[in-house]
């Protein structure tokens, strides 16, 4: 894999698919490279997944170590940063708003890598050059959206509990070409966030709750069970949500009492995420 590193940093001065938050063409040499990213993508993710499910990673300090140096040396492969409903609608449309075709689906990658065929299978939406990309290497597996068809999607991904996560890699928005929709019992990249706290990122929000409007937990506590991320603690019998918040929504959806909202985070700042697209009030925050 190390030959992989050199050619990746070389990538980084041609240019990419998003600059200065308008659409242009990837270089030949960056859709070239990421090809043979996607290919290798399920090796990949089978072999951090058998690194996250040993005892010695998961349950020794020393091995949660190992397994951060190696995900920090990894700085090029896909990060991804937790995002709201609200943020994909936005994204989706100003994508359609460039005309051609820019986005598509296809199987849970971290599911078809390691086997699992559990619904919703598939949510793997593919954006700008990484639908081009993926629609190539599998024909059969990979269809084409339109900008409706994927918001509908996205709102029944939600439902089922998945995480929108919008991924990128050599940590750079210029980079962004896939919509995860994660479940976080299988997703990789999320196991291996809650357990070192590495390879997503948080959202530009984050969730509060009104507690006079809060049911609690004993009575309710949907929000508990619906939270992915360890978010939600009882304060007097109230959910309260701590710093562990990623900004997913999740919680927001699922509470009958509207107990609950997302705010901005403040001085929130992300290389990966286009926020200018996905959230235009994000500078009046």
Not at 9 to 18: A, D, P, R
Not at 78 to 100: A, F, M, S, T
Not at 189 to 209: H, M, Q
Request: proline residues 5%; charged residues 25%.
């Amino acid at each position: 894999m190390a030959y992989v590193i050199p050619v990746f940093i070389l990538l980084m001065v041609f240019m990419h698919i998003i600059k200065e938050d308008k659409l242009v063409k990837e270089s030949r040499l960056q859709k070239s490279i990421h090809k043979l990213y996607a290919v290798s993508e399920p090796l990949i993710l089978k072999t951090l997944n058998k690194m996250i499910s040993s005892n010695f990673i998961r349950n020794t300090r020393v091995g949660r170590g190992i397994l951060k140096a190696i995900a920090k040396m990894l700085w090029f492969l896909p990060h991804g940063v937790v995002v709201d409903y609200e943020g994909v609608e936005n994204l989706i449309r100003w994508i359609e708003k460039q005309g051609d075709t820019h986005i598509a689906i296809g199987p849970c990658v971290c599911k078809k890598a390691l086997g699992v065929k559990e619904e919703p299978y598939v949510t793997d939406m593919t954006i700008f050059y990484g639908a081009e990309i993926y629609k190539e290497i599998e024909p059969e597996e990979y269809r084409y959206l339109s900008a409706d068809e994927a918001l509908k999607l996205l709102k029944e991904f939600e439902k089922s509990g998945l995480i929108h996560e919008i991924y990128a890699c050599c940590n750079s928005g210029k980079w962004t070409f896939v919509i995860c929709n994660c479940d976080p019992r299988y997703c990789v990249p999320t196991k291996a966030y809650l357990l070192i706290r590495e390879g997503v990122y948080p959202g530009p929000k984050k969730a509060v709750v009104d507690a006079d409007k809060c049911k609690g937990l004993d009575e309710c506590g949907k929000c508990m069970e619906i939270c992915p991320f360890n978010a939600i603690e009882n304060r007097d019998g109230k959910s309260y949500v701590n710093d562990n918040c990623m900004g997913c929504g999740l919680c927001i959806e699922r509470c009958p009492s509207n107990a609950r909202r997302l705010i901005w985070r403040k001085g929130y700042k992300s290389k990966i995420i286009p926020i200018k697209i996905m959230y235009p009030d994000f500078s009046k925050s």
